[in-house]
C-alpha cells in the first residue's frame, strides 16, 4: 500500500499492510534546532523531515478567514492579553468587512494545490486541511476570557460570528474541491483543559452545534473525514462532537487524563489521531516500549492512527527520536 491508501483505509477501518506512521502536527522549531545541534542536516525542511524519518507523508493546510493584515479594534494592552475586538455587536461590525474573504490566490491557493495534486493522485503524500472552529474562531476575536462573558453578555454577536463563519466554510470547501479532495479535515477548537472542557453542554448546543450541522454534511458528501483538534481532556466533550457528526478526534493527550482505550469504549466508531504519550519520548526504549504496548492494540482494530499528542517535545533528543521510530516500525508491522 502507498502513503494515502494506508491512511484512508485505517480511517475507514479497512484492512492495512502495516499501521501509518506520522508525525501529525508541525515540528516544533525548538526540537528541530535542538536535533540540528545533534548532528540533523539543516537543509532539511519540514516536508523532507518526514522523507528523511521515514514518516508517511501528511500535508496540512490551514485555511483562515481572518488574514494577517487584518486590523485590531482593541488597544495594545487588550491584544496582548488576545483578543482583535471590544465585545460588542458595534466592534465586530468594524472587523467583518476584514474577515471571510475569498480573492483570487487566499486563503486557497491554487498554485499550490495543483502543485500537490500529482502527488495526492500517486498516493505519496495525504492532504488535509483546517477550518477555525466555533468556539476557536469566537475565542481569537474576542480573548480568552472575554468569549467566556460573550456566552451570557453579547450572545448575538457569538451567532453572529459563527453564522458567517459557517457560510465561509461552505464556500471553501467548494474552492478546495475544485483542485483536489483532501483525505480528512479537522476543526480547530482547543476548547479543554486537563479538567475538560471550557464550556457546558448547554453552551455547546446553543453555540457550536447548529454550525457544525450546516458544515458537516457538505463535507462528508464529499467523502472527507472529519476531525476536531482540541487539547486536554475531551472524555466529556467527545459525546458532544460525536452527537454534531464529527467523525475524529486528536490530539487525545494522555498527560491530560485521556484514556483513550475507554474512550473508543464510550464512543464506539469514533476515529481517533495521536494518543502516544510525548513525555515518555525522552525516558528510553523501556518507557516507549510500554506506551506503544498499551495503544497498538486500539491501531490494530482500526480507525486509529498513532501519533505523538501534540508535538515531539525539546526533551526529545535526536538519539531518542531514532529510536521512537524504530520502535515505532517494529510495532506498526507486528
Not at 521515514?54 to 490551514?62: E, I
Not at 498516493?123 to 474576542?142: H, I, K, M, Q, S
Not at 467548494?174 to 453552551?203: K, Q, V, W
Not at 508535538?311 to 533528543?317: D, G, K, L, N, R
Request: proline share 7%.
Amino acid at each position: 500500500m502507498n502513503n494515502r491508501e494506508r491512511i484512508v483505509a485505517t480511517l475507514n477501518n479497512k484492512p492495512v499492510d502495516r499501521l501509518p506512521m506520522v508525525e501529525w502536527a508541525s515540528w516544533w522549531d525548538k526540537t528541530v534546532d535542538r536535533w540540528r545541534g545533534e548532528g540533523l542536516d539543516p537543509s532539511l525542511t519540514s516536508i523532507d523531515l518526514r522523507t528523511h524519518f521515514g514518516l508517511d507523508k501528511l500535508m496540512q493546510l490551514w485555511i483562515r478567514p481572518i488574514h494577517g493584515d487584518t486590523p485590531s479594534f482593541v488597544d495594545e494592552k487588550r491584544e496582548s492579553c488576545g483578543g482583535k475586538i471590544e465585545p460588542s455587536m458595534e466592534s465586530y461590525e468594524k472587523i467583518e468587512p476584514y474577515l471571510f474573504q475569498i480573492l483570487d490566490d487566499w486563503p486557497v491557493n491554487p498554485a499550490a494545490l495543483k502543485a500537490l495534486k500529482a502527488d495526492h493522485d500517486s498516493g505519496e503524500l495525504a492532504v488535509w486541511f483546517t477550518l477555525d472552529g466555533f468556539y476557536w474562531l469566537p475565542r481569537t476575536l474576542l480573548g480568552d476570557e472575554e468569549v467566556m462573558y460573550a456566552f451570557y453578555d453579547i450572545p448575538e454577536v457569538l451567532h453572529r460570528i459563527n453564522e458567517a463563519n459557517a457560510e465561509w466554510i461552505l464556500k471553501i470547501i467548494d474552492r478546495i474541491c475544485e483542485y483536489i479532495t483532501p483525505d480528512f479535515m479537522t476543526f480547530a477548537e482547543d476548547m479543554s483543559c486537563n479538567n475538560g472542557p471550557m464550556l457546558s453542554d448547554a453552551h455547546f448546543n446553543e453555540f457550536m452545534k447548529p454550525y457544525y450541522d450546516k458544515v458537516v454534511p457538505k463535507l462528508k458528501e464529499r467523502g472527507i473525514k472529519v476531525f476536531v483538534d482540541t487539547d486536554g481532556d475531551v472524555t466529556q466533550c467527545a459525546p458532544w462532537f460525536r452527537d454534531a457528526g464529527i467523525e475524529g478526534m486528536l490530539p487525545m493527550e494522555a498527560n491530560a487524563g485521556n484514556d483513550i482505550i475507554q474512550l473508543r469504549k464510550d464512543n464506539p466508531g469514533m476515529l481517533f489521531i495521536g494518543g502516544f504519550n510525548k513525555y515518555t519520548m525522552h525516558l528510553g526504549e523501556a518507557a516507549m516500549r510500554k506506551e506503544f504496548e498499551r495503544i497498538v492494540p486500539l491501531a490494530k482494530e482500526g480507525g486509529y492512527i498513532i501519533s505523538p499528542d501534540h508535538q515531539t517535545p525539546p526533551e526529545v533528543s535526536l538519539e531518542n527520536y531514532n529510536l521512537y521510530l524504530k520502535l515505532f516500525k517494529e510495532y506498526a508491522q507486528s
